[in-house]
């Protein structure tokens, strides 16, 4: 069973900062893809942005140039740096991964930004 705890979430006001950590239970470049998704209010779950082990990342386009995707394989965490926030950023952040044909998700983390 693999675990994944995300953290770091919050209230910003539109402009502002956050960055998101996703704490696994075994090493992150042991997962396929590792990433973050994000399910606003009446909305489908999104990609958001993901790492792959050999490290090439993918971003939505709507996070590109404002949120950065990285790893800390001795710490086994997968950050999520979110800059220029938007209130349309708005939404439940999970972190979700893949390995041997598993797919894994962490309970999320709210992310909130004000106008």
């Known amino acids: 069973q693999v675990l994944l705890v995300e953290s770091g979430g919050g209230l910003v006001q539109a402009g502002g900062s956050l960055r998101l950590s996703c704490t696994a239970s075994r090493s992150t470049s042991s997962f396929t893809v590792i990433g973050w998704y994000r399910q606003a209010p009446g909305k489908q779950r999104e990609l958001v942005a993901t790492i792959a082990s050999g490290g090439t990342t993918n971003y939505a386009d709507s996070v590109k140039g404002r949120f950065t995707i990285s790893r800390d394989n001795a710490k086994n965490t997968v950050y999520l740096q979110m800059n220029s926030l938007k209130p349309e950023d708005t939404a439940v952040y999970y972190c979700?991964?893949?390995?041997?044909?598993?797919?894994?998700w962490g309970q999320g983390t709210q992310v909130t930004v004000s106008s």
């Open positions: 979700g991964a893949w390995r041997m044909s598993s797919g894994y």
